[in-house]
Nanobody
Framework: QVQLVESGGGLVQAGGSLRLSCAAS????????MGWFRQAPGKEREFVAA????????SYADSVKGQFTVSRDNAKNTVYLQMNSLRPEDTAVYYC??????????????????WGQGTQVTVSS
């Protein structure tokens, strides 16, 4: 079955950086768009970033543009989220998700088929 396993979360001071990884198995990785979402306590899960199967197209939430970078390595079946200049408001559980590619980068969480278990990111002030 499909498995998405996130790693790289942790506690970091404001202004610091983290790189999240999401290793995928059980699917043809190069046929799937990959997304990153996050959920803070008491809030809805929100879109952060997504990338097309070949990495040629990306999309970001306005709140992280210029701060986060999504990338992927299809040879390793892994998608990454580089997070720089972290702020306390970036504190959340971060999830990766996979969606069969239909030539459109989807921002709605309801349209992703597979999800990881999440990794906690905590940014202290």
């Amino acid at each position: 079955q499909v498995q998405l396993v996130e790693s790289g979360g942790g506690l970091v001071q404001a202004g610091g950086s983290l790189r999240l990884s999401c290793a995928a198995s059980g699917l043809t990785f190069s046929s799937y768009a990959m997304g990153w979402f996050r959920q803070a306590p008491g809030k809805e899960r929100e879109f952060v970033a997504a990338i097309s199967p070949n990495g040629g197209s990306t999309s970001y939430a306005d709140s992280v543009k210029g701060q986060f970078t999504v990338s992927r390595d299809n040879a390793k079946n892994t998608v990454y989220l580089q997070m720089n200049s972290l702020r306390p408001e970036d504190t959340a559980v971060y999830y990766c998700a996979a969606r069969w590619w239909d030539n459109f980068i989807e921002k709605s969480r309801y349209n992703y088929n597979h999800w990881g278990q999440g990794t906690q990111v905590t940014v202290s002030s």
